[in-house]
């Protein structure tokens, strides 16, 4: 009984992991009338508890992870609910009540990982909202009129649907900081919108068919951008949309069609995280030694080799992780050695004769991976560190004939074959 006393007090309870698939769901919850949180995760809701409808101070509920086809029940007749989470289920159109986006306080929804294939009916009515998944799902077109009141949205997800356009309403929002459209087929949309998000920091297009075409000529007014993904798809360049970015920290380019780089890169001074693997990569531009607060520089699957690496990667002082798998490296530039923070050197897959001796004075280094290097002689280590290796003459037939080439193979390198 004394513990019976306490439950009007309790104000968040976590269910999840239980099983209620029988149809059994604990009575004492509706006792528990103070309830402010209530999470049934993993719990095998068909669903909705009838209990529910005591919890009239109940602002958040997740129902991740269950078997719903349904959020039909009492959740319109709790007037604080403020977040409903219900990602993974097996929720079609008609499961989604209307009545609930007339909640004063709606302002958290996610319906992720269901089987939506239209946005929710009335859902311009929940004009508090500011965070919206949609996430994959098969929707395949967004109604004009749902920005038109939503214009407080904070963070919107729409990937992994099958949108092809999008409305030009989307320009009103302002405040929105996370935009996420990965995997729609969005060919024909000019995403003419992205300069009026204003506040935009997060901004990811992976596998959405851009091009030069069909991105922005400008996002010089995206001062807060932060975070870009333009990943899997047809730039055979960086859109020059992409260099005014002053405020890039994240940067993912990898799997398009790029072959070169603009000196323009120099711009990205924020810049610590830069991802262009499987790309058409020859070489890298100097300018790329001036990123001084790259942390991590993927570039696996290109066609690198020794010279297409500045000799000045050195400068790149927090340089963390060096990712270079599957290119044509001969060598290494001695200069990537002065990076002493590197953690992680991947290197497999490439045509490496050695590595410089410098190499053993990385000794943070906990990842060093020169597999599937059939030629690889690990060069000895030195008796002791000492100032000479900051000298070094960086030709690629200078490092062959250290390495023990034959002059046949360092003349070939003399004369670029």
């Not at 089987?115 to 098969?138: D, F, I, W, Y």
């Not at 922005?216 to 007014?221: G, K, M, N, Y």
């Not at 405020?247 to 072959?259: D, G, K, V």
């Not at 100097?286 to 297409?308: E, P, Q, V």
């Amino acid at each position: 009984m004394a513990a019976t006393g306490v439950l009007p007090f309790v104000r968040g309870v976590d269910l999840s992991g239980n099983d209620f698939k029988g149809g059994y769901f604990p009575e004492h919850v509706k006792a528990m009338t103070s309830l402010r949180w209530l999470k049934l995760n993993h719990t095998g809701l068909c669903y909705l508890p009838e209990e529910l409808a005591a919890l009239q101070k109940l602002e958040h509920l997740s129902v991740s992870h269950n078997s719903l086809t349904t959020l039909h029940g009492e959740l319109s007749g709790l007037p604080c609910l403020r977040a409903i989470v219900a990602r993974a289920n097996s929720l079609k159109n008609s499961g989604v009540p209307d009545d609930i986006f007339q909640l004063e306080d709606l302002s958290v929804l996610d319906l992720s990982h269901n089987q939506l294939t239209e946005c929710p009916r009335e859902l311009e009515n929940a004009k508090n909202m500011l965070v919206l998944n949609l996430g994959h799902n098969s929707i395949d077109t967004i109604p004009n009129q749902l920005f038109i009141n939503l214009t407080d949205l904070l963070y919107l997800d729409l990937s992994n649907n099958k949108l092809e356009s999008l409305p030009p309403q989307m320009r009103r929002l302002v405040h929105l900081q996370t935009l996420i459209l990965n995997d729609n087929p969005l060919l024909h949309a000019q995403l003419r919108q992205l300069p009026a998000m204003t506040a935009l920091q997060t901004l990811h297009l992976r596998n959405t068919q851009r091009m030069q075409s069909n991105l922005p000529t400008s996002l010089e007014s995206l001062v807060n951008l932060a975070d870009v993904d333009l990943s899997c798809n047809d730039l055979s360049r960086v859109p020059e949309c992409l260099y005014t970015l002053g405020s890039l920290r994240r940067l993912n380019l990898s799997s398009n069609q790029i072959s070169e780089l603009s000196l323009c890169i120099d711009q990205w001074t924020q810049l610590e995280t830069l991802n262009l693997s499987r790309n058409q990569l020859t070489s890298l531009p100097s300018a790329i030694c001036k990123l001084t607060k790259l942390k991590k520089m993927y570039l696996n699957s290109n066609k690198l080799d020794f010279d297409g690496i500045p000799s000045g990667i050195g400068k790149l002082a927090n340089l963390e992780e060096f990712m270079a798998a599957d290119n044509n490296l001969e060598l290494i530039p001695e200069s990537l050695c002065r990076c002493s923070k590197l953690r992680k050197l991947v290197l497999n897959k490439n045509r490496l004769v050695t590595l410089p001796e410098a190499i053993h004075f990385l000794t943070d280094v906990e990842v060093l991976d020169v597999r599937e290097n059939p030629n690889l002689v690990m060069p000895p280590k030195p008796a002791e560190r000492t100032s000479e290796w900051y000298n070094i003459d960086f030709s690629l037939q200078n490092q062959l004939r250290l390495a023990g080439a034959s002059p046949a193979t360092v003349a070939a390198a003399a004369a670029g074959k």
